[in-house]
């Protein structure tokens, strides 16, 4: 799974597109004989990209020619073919010692011939593609019948034949195959979900929609590709602070609203002109993504500015109305004597309600009035919700040690319990995915060592309080990552629909020529916790992530090569077939741009053929080249 976004006062990376590998740098493989490798299952033919009209705008039409921070011609021949897929046990003969490379222990070469580094410096996880059980079916051991006639056993020969037969046959007959673990004590691994549409454009619970891809909105335009329609510069920070929280982006029918430096800007969501602005005494520090019908949203912030040696606290709890372009109250709670530092907030049933290490407060949206807070005498605390169709509260007992969490779906006008799921003891923290249905995710043991924050997701179900299903997510295998820390829902690389969960797999080598990197997006069924089998590719060179459900559709991004603009795509929630909506420019100007904004370490909103790109930190550290708060590209 990939790293987590750099944490306040730290300055943000960077990391660009990502160019081909020079296959002059690709670890050898050994040579196998042909007699001892089973047929491999046939290769999928690449769809070429479609190809992006040029955008208007004085800066944005030059073509992207090579340069500093892109590959040259590789200079040697590609191998005639491409290194075969190191085969596992099971099909009866002798294997050969694999290279390092992917898949095996050592370091796949990075773009540039370096080992890549992940957001913190670390090396990447290599993923499980390439290995017998993942991605690929895997033929039966075949049992040595006596032939007629003479008693003998099958040859290798005849052996290689019929594990060919049966691998294509699997895939032709019901595409790609995954294999599911057996049920134990209902964990079962991930090998590998549409919900209601968040109004904002980019929440991931829900039961609405269908599997078969109903209900969806969005719909392809006649022509994809998109052009800028505008762009915010980083706001630069105060002297003597290096880094400022700008969590928060939200989309109207009209507006683009975005978090800066102690304000909160609505723009023209199709020109890009401001149209209001909300003065903050001091910075946001964490931002709901959910949204009322009638447009409102919830921030927390700090009650100043932060100075040299003066942090301030994110005491101050407020409701804004993004259409009208005014904040509506601003509240804080207390903890005995002492005012709350929360650390998230979030919405439901007109509520909104706050979390923290010293407990969790609420209050109506419509009139401020607070409708709870934290027990003093209370040995548990609310550390955060997670909102949206039901109001989930993750509440922390006992001591550092012996931590216990209670998942528990609550009333937002009262905060009466409803249902409660107790997990084990000693697991820290736990992130709220999807309240409806229920899934939330954790790190237990700390074991998915990737700093994820996710080893295992839970299915609860909301009305009896009753675990469904654990589902397995080695860190190795999938790139969804949840900050349970401080945000609570602020999980990327995944969504939640249908009753399933949609994810990304880590990135693992292409079929392509290019030698690049590729990944998918897999489902898991919350009632079995099994793969549905459903599968959509990236492509050579391409990351896909998904952002949200759009009925029974999944809305995801795929983060281009280096010579190519991103995309956003439709993918259906039955047939997993992949549609189009916009294809971003692919001059060098918007490439550079685009490539600073991760799914992972930005914000992005999609929705009416527009996609919103932003930061969640203003830095004083530069690069030297123009830094940008947004950038937003349209079709049409």
């Not at 750099?6 to 300055?11: A, F």
């Not at 690709?26 to 046939?42: G, K, L, T, V």
């Not at 005995?336 to 919405?347: A, D, E, K, Q, W």
């Amino acid at each position: 799974m990939t790293q987590p976004p750099p944490p306040p006062n730290q300055p943000p990376q960077q990391p660009g597109f990502r160019p081909p590998q020079d296959p002059s740098q690709q670890p050898a493989q050994p040579p196998q004989n042909a007699s001892q490798q089973p047929a491999q299952p046939p290769q999928q033919p690449a769809q070429p990209p479609q190809q992006p009209s040029a955008p208007t705008g004085p800066d944005l039409n030059k073509a992207p020619e090579p340069g500093y921070g892109y590959p040259q011609a590789p200079q040697s021949a590609p191998p005639a073919a491409p290194p075969a897929a190191p085969q596992g046990p099971g099909y009866g003969y002798p294997q050969q010692p694999p290279a390092a490379g992917y898949g095996y222990p050592g370091q796949q070469p990075g773009p540039y011939g370096q080992p890549q580094p992940g957001a913190y410096g670390q090396p990447q996880q290599p993923g499980p593609y390439g290995q017998p059980g993942y991605g690929y079916p895997q033929p039966p051991t075949m049992p040595m019948q006596p032939q007629p006639g003479g008693g003998k056993k099958f040859n290798a020969q005849m052996a290689i034949i019929v594990a060919a037969v049966v691998a294509i046959a699997l895939i032709v007959g019901g595409g790609v195959w995954y294999a599911s673990g057996k049920d134990d004590d209902k964990k079962t691994t991930a090998e590998g979900g549409g919900g209601k549409e968040e109004k904002n454009g980019e929440g991931g619970g829900g039961t609405g929609g269908s599997s078969s891809g109903g209900g969806a909105k969005e719909k392809a335009p006649a022509d994809t590709a998109s052009k800028v329609l505008f762009q915010v510069p980083a706001p630069k920070v105060p002297k003597g602070v290096s880094s400022i929280d700008t969590s928060g982006s939200w989309l109207t029918d009209t507006v683009y609203a975005k978090s800066g430096i102690a304000e909160i800007v609505g723009y023209d969501r199709a020109k890009g002109t401001e149209k209001w602005t909300i003065d903050l005494p001091g910075p946001v520090c964490s931002a709901t993504m959910h949204v009322t019908e009638d447009n409102k949203t919830a921030i927390v912030h700090k009650p100043a500015m932060p100075a040299k040696g003066e942090p301030q606290a994110c005491t101050q709890v407020a409701v804004v109305d993004l259409e009208a372009g005014k904040q509506l109250w601003s509240k804080s709670a207390k903890s005995g004597t002492m005012p709350i530092s929360f650390n998230n907030v979030t919405l439901s049933g007109g509520t909104v309600a706050a979390g923290s290490t010293s407990g969790g407060a609420a209050w109506e949206i419509a009139s401020g009035k607070q409708l709870w807070a934290p027990k003093t005498s209370d040995s548990c605390y609310d550390s955060g919700y997670g909102g949206g169709e039901k109001l989930v509260a993750v509440r922390k007992c006992g001591s550092y040690e012996q931590r216990q969490l209670h998942i528990q779906t609550i009333d937002p006008k009262s905060g009466n319990v409803v249902t409660e799921y107790k997990m084990d003891e000693g697991i820290e923290y736990a992130a709220v995915v999807s309240t409806d249905p229920l899934v939330v995710a954790a790190d237990v043991g700390d074991s998915a060592g990737d700093g994820s924050g996710i080893s295992d997701f839970f299915s609860i179900d909301n009305k009896t309080g009753k675990l469904r299903q654990r589902i397995s997510a080695p860190g190795d295998d999938f790139a969804a990552r949840c900050d349970a820390i401080y945000k609570m829902e602020n999980c990327t690389g995944l969504t939640v629909g249908n009753d399933r969960l949609y994810i990304a797999t880590e990135e693992h080598e292409g079929s392509g020529d290019s030698y690049g990197q590729t990944n998918e997006v897999v489902a898991f069924d919350l009632a079995t916790g099994k793969q549905t089998g459903q599968r959509a590719d990236a492509g050579d060179d391409y990351e896909i992530t998904p952002l949200r459900m759009d009925g029974g559709n999944v809305i995801a991004y795929k983060r281009p090569p280096y010579d190519k603009g991103g995309q956003i795509v439709s993918i259906d929630g039955g047939t997993f077939k992949q549609t189009v909506l916009l294809e971003n420019p692919a001059t060098e100007s918007v490439r550079d741009v685009e490539g600073r904004m991760l799914p992972t370490s930005a914000e992005l909103l999609y929705s009416q053929g527009g996609l919103y790109m932003s930061k969640v930190y203003a830095s004083d550290f530069s690069t030297g080249d123009k830094e940008y708060l947004v950038i937003a590209f349209g079709t049409g």
